[in-house]
């Protein structure tokens, strides 16, 4: 017996485009609205990419707002890293004794 063919809902996009915003992957999006990957695909592409832009645009505005806002030093140095490619330095120098020359010496394995 034929399956009838799928047909998509606003409830159906709405529940697709929240639970791949949550980051569900396809099949476990498949197995909440009881169809198969290639029926995801067919009917929901907007919804799947969408719902992860919308989540994503969410996070990366409540980040913004701790920096800028609640003044959170810690969004702001995500922030500079990521997204103005900022990045720590560090310089390490070696030196020998009283800050003179290192004395590098070879030896052979059977040397004492």
């Not at 809902?9 to 498949?30: I, K, N, W, Y």
Request: aromatic share 6%; with cysteine.
């Amino acid at each position: 017996m034929a399956q009838k063919p799928h047909k998509p809902t606003d409830d159906l996009r709405e529940q697709v485009e929240s639970a791949s915003g949550l980051g569900l992957p396809h099949d476990q999006v498949c197995a909440l609205i009881g169809i198969s990957d290639e029926t995801l695909r067919k009917y929901y592409g907007p919804e799947l990419g969408m719902g992860k832009a919308k989540a994503s645009a969410q996070v990366a505005k409540s980040l913004f707002n701790k920096a800028v806002q609640q003044g959170d030093t810690t969004a702001m140095i995500w922030w500079t890293k990521a997204q103005m490619r900022w990045a720590e330095t560090q310089r390490h120098e070696n030196s020998g004794p009283d800050g003179g020359p290192q004395e590098l010496v070879v030896r052979w394995a059977d040397e004492k």
